[in-house]
């Protein structure tokens, strides 16, 4: 299983957090996701999915990565 993690722009509270979280939870393949607006990161973890697949889903929460 991997583990990867994101620098997000732009998050500064918890419904911040809880955006990301929705939407990168939805990607394929994506089994855990913890976001930390206090760290600016996204920690992604499952296996199938790519950069460009949380790139996206990041973006569609109205973020992006750094």
Known sequence: MAVKNYQVEGMTCGH????VRE???E???VSQ???S???GT???TGEGFTDADI???VEE???RLA
Do not use: K, L, P, R
């Open 16 to 19: 911040c957090e809880m955006s």
């Open 23 to 25: 939407e990168v939870g």
């Open 27 to 29: 990607v394929a393949g």
């Open 33 to 35: 996701v913890e976001a």
């Open 37 to 39: 607006h206090e760290t």
């Open 42 to 44: 996204v920690t992604v």
């Open 55 to 57: 790139t996206a889903a």
């Open 61 to 63: 929460a109205g973020y």
